[in-house]
C-alpha cells in the first residue's frame, strides 16, 4: 500500500438497502483502486471501510453521501482509522 494511503470508515443511514449501494460501492472501489468491504447492518444501515491514495478515497466517501440513484441518504459517519493494507473489495 502506497505511503500516502488513508482509510476511511464510513456509516451510512437511509434508505440504503436492497438498492444496490454496495455494489454501487464496490463498483467505485474497484474503478479507483481502492480496498475495503462494505456490508448491510441489522439497524439498516451499509457500513463500509475505504483504504487507498487520499484522493480516491475521498472519492469514494464523496459518492457514500448520495449513493446510486434508487437511494435516500439521511447521513454519513466518516471516522478516520489508520490503513490496515487491505487489497481488494468485498461484499460482505
Known sequence: MAEDAIRRRVTVTGRVQGV?????LRQ???SHQVAGWATNRSDGAVEAVFEGA???????????KTG???AEVDSVD????EP?????FEIR
Open 20 to 24: 444496490f449501494f454496495r455494489d454501487s
Open 28 to 30: 467505485r472501489a474497484n
Open 54 to 64: 487520499t484522493d480516491d478515497v475521498e472519492r469514494l466517501v464523496a459518492f457514500a
Open 68 to 70: 446510486p440513484r434508487q
Open 78 to 81: 466518516v471516522i478516520e482509522e
Open 84 to 88: 490496515e493494507g487491505l487489497s481488494g
